[in-house]
């Protein structure tokens, strides 16, 4: 994709790069350690530590982001880049045929938390890749070069809107009756991607659609991908994702459905089809779906967290306590969990393990979590 082709350079001075931080690393520092379990604090000290070439450092605070919260998908998109950004090298030896077993390792690591950020949110957040991609300046009077380039500049900052209209430029500058098969799958991804983020979904959905018959047809010919290259099945869910996101469920529930004919490990198709049946109040379908993906990855305590949730969404309290007890001591770390439980555990009159579980959750929550402590105090205030 041309998303990883221009990231394939060594990794340059952060004056070169477009990303920065808002706020200071000391900032930053101060934040995670006041809120040492918020998933996202970690997130953006890693990001931090990165921009300060404090790689080490980095790669321990994304690990802890995702230990805290298996769903964060931009630490897994950042994990993903950061073996490159360590050693630049890697980028040769990734376009090897046989790389040494040290550099294929790092690889494999990087391809799955690759996978893994996108599988987790198709439209993971990707001004992770403004760190690492340098500033390119068009010194042209070219019309459509210096959209492609404003479209770049935009998407890496996470300026979907101004991405949008550069690619859009770009895209229709390609002759009708031959784009779609000269247009570039590369542009067509990233149109497709800032279309979808700005919720221009008809656009998005024709992309991908396109990509993905792309790949099915380059898949019957060839040929060994490394990471940078994303394959139909998941183009076929990041598609599914899109289409569920526009409104498109019944569409959406097929392609899940296929996406996981083809690989049962898709754990998160069974979470996306689970969220369309409660939506639509189906809930034995739901919890079928929750089910499913819980005993795909067992690993995962969020799958868990998800269908005790469920379970007292269709008002199955019993089977929801059960189901958090146990996510809590899978995860402990994660505040989520015992402010589901300590609710489900007052409807349940069970008023002394209510109290425990809301004192833990007080305890823990990060601070943005105002809005739910609030709700927690005023439940244990109420409890008998």
Not at 34 to 59: E, F, H, N
Not at 232 to 259: P, T
Not at 266 to 284: G, K, L, N, S, T
Request: aromatic share 10%; net charge negative; charged share 25%.
């Amino acid at each position: 994709m041309l998303l990883l082709i221009l990231c394939g350079t060594a990794a340059l001075p952060l004056g070169a790069q477009w990303a920065h931080l808002a706020v200071s690393l000391d900032s930053l520092k101060v934040a995670a350690a006041r809120d040492s379990l918020d998933p996202v604090a970690q997130y953006q000290l890693g990001i931090g530590y990165w921009t300060d070439q404090k790689y080490a450092l980095a790669d321990s605070a994304l690990r802890r982001a995702v230990r805290i919260e298996p769903r964060t998908a931009a630490a897994y998109l950042a994990l993903s880049y950061l073996n490159y950004v360590r050693r630049p090298k890697l980028w040769e030896e990734a376009e090897r045929k046989k790389p040494s077993p040290a550099a294929r390792a790092e690889i494999e690591e990087s391809d799955r938390y690759y996978r893994r950020a996108f599988m987790i949110d198709p439209l993971v957040d990707l001004q992770v890749v403004g760190l690492i991609v340098p500033r390119l300046v068009a010194i042209t009077d070219n019309r459509v070069a210096r959209n492609f380039f404003d479209g770049i500049q935009g998407f890496f900052g996470g300026q979907y809107e101004r991405a949008f209209d550069g690619f859009e430029v770009v895209v229709n500058a390609y002759d009708p009756k031959v784009r779609e098969k000269k247009i570039p799958s590369g542009l067509l991804l990233y149109h497709g991607l800032a279309a979808a983020h700005i919720e221009r979904y008809d656009v998005a959905v024709k992309d991908f659609r396109l990509l993905l018959q792309r790949a099915i047809e380059e898949e019957k010919t060839d040929s060994i991908n490394h990471f940078t290259d994303l394959r139909s099945n998941e183009l076929r869910y990041m598609l599914a994702g899109i289409e569920q996101a526009a409104g498109q469920r019944d569409s959406a529930l097929a392609r899940f459905q296929q996406v996981l004919t083809v690989d049962l490990g898709q754990y998160m198709a069974h979470v996306r089809m689970a969220e369309i049946y409660e939506f639509r109040h189906q809930w034995d379908e739901a919890l079928e779906e929750r089910h499913r993906a819980a005993e795909s990855n067992p690993e995962d305590p969020s799958l868990q967290y998800e269908l005790g949730l469920t379970l007292a969404l269709a008002h199955r309290y019993p089977e929801s306590r059960d189901v958090l007890v146990e996510a809590v001591r899978a995860n402990p770390l994660n505040a989520r969990i015992p402010y589901v439980l300590g609710k489900v555990q007052a409807l349940l009159h069970e008023p002394a393990e209510a109290r425990a579980t809301l004192t833990r959750f007080i305890a823990i929550a990060p601070s943005r979590f105002q809005d739910q402590v609030a709700e927690a105090r005023q439940l244990l205030a109420s409890l008998p």
